[in-house]
């Protein structure tokens, strides 16, 4: 099912809770609406699933305007952040509910109720109670209630967030093998970036109710659109400058740092006098003693202020300028001598890796 929303707008009182968004969602994919806290994601899923009504805008199910249509008639599945789950009944009687509201036969109920809990590998549970699962097990359940009635559309808010981190990541990548395996069209609502990357095919990113930027995961990460994004998808070192001069025909242009004249790629959209922010990945940077003068190389000097073990990467705060730190992640840090702090080192990072964009 594609689904299409047109410049929707959402108020609550004075608050305008989502300001202008058109979205176009493709059939079978998982698209997700990522954003901080109130930034008005859940409100635009709650919009696509007829819990509420836009004041501005429309939205269709393929071809169908479905703004009048009541959410029980759209053919939905949604699972809820706190997984409103029955605590009285039994798993089955959790997942048969809205089976037995549309009057299917007892049979029906039956193969229905099993053949979507062996789906969500809950066979065996069906005589439990939510009480005696685990919450992994209780986000199955709530998964299965919404697919038993093999929705067009499944909607998904914030639902691994009350998981501990082991069993998110699992409990995540049973999401995405089974969306794929139904082609279901689905849109998932999460703050959490890591998952966001992980499980979708794109993602939009909302903040303050507005449209920041949609695109792939790889899209995001790699050539984010504006600061917020830069900022918001993963860790980003954000240098801010001026441009010198425009594209030198290879995609580069100069900027004017506190730290001297950087080079940095441009998605073209920087000119003369432009601010603008130098976007640097700490995996993408290197660390050393000594200054290097590679072609192709911009390095600044700095001063170690942190050191952080996270495993397979030794993370370091270089400190570049007044109150300025540069995050590098050594990868695979086996034989890796750790610099002391206040050891006097140099940041260098490609220009092939570095992204400039607008300040503003």
Same mark, same amino acid.
């Given at each position: ?8 707008? &959402?108020? %609550?009182?004075?608050? $305008?809770?989502?300001?202008? !968004? ?7 994919? @998982?698209?997700? #609406? ?67 509201? &549309?009057? %299917?036969?007892?049979? $029906?109920?039956?193969?229905? !109720? ?7 590998? @809950?066979?065996? #549970? ?78 939009? !990113? ?155």
């Amino acid at each position: 099912m594609n689904i299409r929303l047109e410049n929707i707008v &959402k108020r %609550f009182g004075s608050l $305008e809770a989502v300001s202008s !968004v058109s979205l176009d969602i493709k059939d079978g994919e @998982l698209f997700t #609406l990522l954003g901080p806290s109130g930034c008005g994601k859940t409100t635009i899923l709650r919009l696509i699933g007829g819990f509420h009504k836009p004041d501005q805008g429309e939205i269709f199910f393929g071809e169908k305007k479905v703004n009048p249509i009541p959410p029980y008639e759209r053919n939905i599945g949604m699972v809820f952040q706190n997984y409103a789950l029955w605590p009285h009944m039994t798993i089955f009687d959790n997942v048969a509910y809205g089976l037995k509201l &549309k009057k %299917f036969s007892r049979k $029906e109920i039956g193969d229905k !109720v099993l053949q979507t809990l062996n789906l969500v590998n @809950l066979k065996g #549970l069906e005589q439990r109670y939510p009480g005696q699962l685990s919450g992994g097990q209780q986000q199955r359940v709530a998964l299965a209630r919404a697919l038993v009635l093999n929705p067009d559309v499944l909607l998904l808010d914030e639902p691994l967030s009350n998981l501990d981190a082991k069993i998110r990541i699992q409990v995540r990548a049973e999401i995405r093998k089974l969306q794929k395996e139904l082609g279901i069209t689905t849109i998932y609502v999460t703050h959490d970036q890591e998952e966001a990357l992980t499980l979708s095919d794109r993602i939009a !990113v909302i903040n303050l109710g507005k449209l920041q930027q949609i695109g792939t995961p790889l899209d995001l990460y790699e050539k984010p659109e504006c600061p917020f994004v830069a900022d918001f998808i993963g860790i980003n070192n954000l240098i801010p400058g001026e441009v010198q001069g425009g594209s030198d025909g290879e995609g580069r242009v100069k900027v004017k740092t506190e730290f001297g004249v950087l080079t940095s790629l441009t998605s073209g959209r920087l000119k003369t006098s432009d601010k603008c922010l130098i976007c640097v990945r700490p995996e993408t940077a290197a660390i050393s003693p000594s200054a290097c003068a590679e072609e192709g190389l911009n390095c600044i000097p700095g001063a170690v202020s942190f050191a952080s073990y996270i495993g397979n990467t030794v993370r370091y705060d270089v400190e570049i300028g007044q109150g300025f730190l540069f995050k590098v992640d050594v990868q695979n840090p086996w034989d890796h001598k750790p610099y002391p702090l206040g050891e006097k080192v140099y940041v260098s990072f490609p220009v092939k890796t570095s992204l400039g964009i607008p300040a503003q």
